[in-house]
């Protein structure tokens, strides 16, 4: 759309120096914390049951389970929240918004872990029945700031782009969604996160993931199986959080 | 996209794309309103209640009113952001409920007081939308970009990759009607864009605004509250209250000589022969006193001032009469207090008679 641009207007100038240590911060968090946990593995004698479980097999394996879990639901909400905001935005019924608006949030309100057995009970267990509940779990932050972040476009702007015949579809593509893309992304950011820290319940449901090694590490009174776990989740998260920010501070419009 | 080439309006120019044409072409249309009339449902009363009206081609319509008389709502009907619930318009004699509202809107200019340029495109990017939507080639469309840049005093240089943000309001507000002009529309719709600036950022923009128009030559309908705008930019001035209702319309120099009734009368508020006085020009009075006795200096005027300039200079200086001097330095005539008395009341009309003498200085 925006061809005639030049490459130094516009960029956000909160300092060099400034600029650089946020964006170095959260992997120099988890590098530390990574070697911390390390050190202190080393430092130690592991059983045979924690010897088991702290291998590289088997952490790769709980990670990507993990990942696929908590990137895949990521994925499914922003497909799913991102056209359902801009349908009910479209509608122009506030009824209808905050209809959604309340299920959304009495679904957020809900424990996580209810939501997944109550899903494994009625449904089956597994990864879908993962997903899907994550999915639901996760769906409310995009879909509020989908609907908040087109709301918050200046009528005036809508009004000039309507007024020089742009039609509603023009409009909403060249304009609303463009300006709100700030407020969806930080919504998707949000949902990602969450939605690492909820699938640690997933082993609940025999989904796998790094949940295996908490709750394994708690039953058995391993802590060393259960801290690597939660360092891991814990130090994904940051790292997700971080990428995203990156992303959502690249794809920001230039201009606002 | 499809590439719409249709003229809209018929009398427009063949001009589906901007022929490398200046800023200049094109012109007016004709605007007819015939009883048209506003109701939100669920409401009573109207509105805008059976308004008509005829615009001329190229002429500049000031719609003068308080807050809430309907004024805009009026003005949203010609380009169909609000639509009519009676009544025809037509544009060039072409009914606008007939064309669709999209292609309708993008040959029409529409300048509203925020301004609304997009916030995340470039002031170039803002003001190629139209240009963009008609599907004209990236030439020609970079080449009008310029060349409004320049018509509206903005260096195309310094401001074409700019965004919205980094311009003043009086510059963000130039890049609006430079926006609006871009596909050279036969009309405007002007919604109090000089509202929201300072006194003297809107003295200046006015100023620039009636230079151009003079230039371009658009039918336009411009929405003030402002009596004083009003009176400084418009060929007529229509004064509505309550539901649209017109209460008088005509140029600005009848108006403030005749006003129709107290209603017009109390819009136009203080100071009526001033404002009459600051829309003639110093030539329009009797400049046949004596020239000064010899040694006396009096205080000189360009022919081209106006007599509220004249009276303000005799003010301040209190000399008896002022000489009236031409660049090159020929003396045209001498102007006194008596002689301003006069020129007003030679060009007081009859009520809704046509335009005073010496109306129209200011074009």
Not at chain 1, 52 to 73: P, Q
Request: aromatic residues 4%; charged residues 20%; contains cysteine.
């Amino acid at each position: 759309m925006s061809t005639l641009t030049s490459p130094d207007v516009g960029r956000r100038t909160t300092g060099r120096r400034g600029a650089v240590a946020r964006v170095l911060a959260a992997p120099l968090v988890v590098a530390v914390l990574g070697l911390v946990t390390l050190l202190w593995l080393q430092s130690i004698e592991l059983d045979s049951i924690e010897k088991r479980t702290l291998n590289t097999d088997y952490l790769v394996d709980r990670v990507r389970e993990h990942l696929l879990l908590s990137l895949s639901a990521a994925a499914l909400v922003a497909l799913l929240a991102i056209p359902a905001g801009v349908l009910i935005h479209r509608t122009n019924s506030r009824v209808l918004r905050g209809v959604v608006l309340a299920l959304a949030n009495i679904g957020q309100a809900t424990p996580a872990v209810g939501v997944v057995i109550l899903l494994a009970i009625v449904w089956r267990t597994g990864f879908t029945t993962a997903l899907v509940a994550l999915v639901a779990y996760s769906f409310l932050p995009v879909l509020r700031n989908t609907l908040t972040g087109l709301a918050e476009v200046d009528p005036a702007t809508r009004e000039a782009a309507r007024g020089m015949g742009m039609t509603r579809t023009q409009v909403l593509r060249r304009i609303e969604l463009p300006l709100a893309s700030p407020v969806i992304l930080a919504g998707l950011r949000t949902s990602l996160v969450f939605a690492v820290g909820v699938a640690t319940i997933a082993t609940f449901i025999n989904a796998g993931g790094l949940g295996d090694m908490i709750v394994n590490g708690l039953k058995l009174q391993r802590y060393p199986v259960l801290i690597v776990g939660a360092a891991l989740v814990a130090g994904i998260a940051i790292l997700i959080d971080w990428v995203a920010g990156l992303v959502e501070e690249y794809a920001r419009p230039r201009g606002l | 996209m499809p590439k719409p080439t249709t003229i809209i309006f018929p009398s427009m120019d063949v001009r589906g794309a901007a022929s490398g044409g200046s800023a200049t072409s094109g012109g007016g249309v004709s605007i007819e309103l015939d009883s048209v009339t506003k109701t939100y449902p669920g409401q009573d009363v109207s509105a805008v209640e059976d308004f008509s009206m005829r615009i001329e081609p190229g002429e500049l319509v000031m719609f003068v009113g308080p807050s809430g008389c309907g004024k805009t709502t009026t003005m949203k009907m010609v380009n169909r952001i609000i639509e009519p619930t009676s009544g025809s318009i037509r544009i060039d004699g072409q009914d606008v409920l007939s064309l669709s509202p999209d292609q309708l809107r993008r040959h029409i200019g529409y300048v509203i007081q925020q301004i609304g340029l997009f916030p995340h495109m470039t002031i170039a990017d803002n003001i190629a939308t139209v240009p963009r939507l008609l599907g004209w080639s990236k030439k020609e469309t970079s080449a009008r970009v310029e060349e409004l840049l320049d018509t509206v005093q903005l260096d195309p240089a310094v401001f074409a990759d700019r965004y919205p943000r980094q311009l003043s309001g009086g510059q963000q507000q130039r890049a609006g009607v430079a926006r609006a002009l871009a596909a050279d529309p036969p009309v405007m719709l002007m919604d109090e864009p000089f509202g929201a600036t300072d006194p003297i950022t809107r003295e200046k923009l006015q100023a620039e605004f009636l230079r151009l128009q003079a230039d371009i030559g658009k039918t336009i309908i411009f929405v003030t509250h402002d009596f004083d705008e009003a009176v400084r930019l418009g060929d007529r001035i229509a004064v509505l209250s309550e539901r649209s209702q017109i209460e008088q319309f005509d140029t600005p120099a009848a108006i403030l000589a005749a006003p129709a009734n107290d209603y017009v009368a109390s819009f136009i508020g203080s100071g009526a022969a001033l404002k009459r006085l600051s829309l003639m020009p110093v030539t329009s009075a009797d400049l046949s006193f004596g020239a000064p006795a010899s040694g006396g200096k009096r205080p000189q005027l360009d022919p081209t001032a106006t007599l509220r300039d004249a009276l303000d200079l005799l003010v301040v200086t209190g000399a008896e009469a002022l000489e009236i001097v031409d660049a090159d330095g020929t003396r045209l005539g001498c102007l006194t207090h008596a002689a301003i008395s006069a020129a007003l009341t030679q060009s007081s009309p009859t009520r809704g008679a046509g335009p005073a003498a010496g109306e129209g200085v200011h074009r």
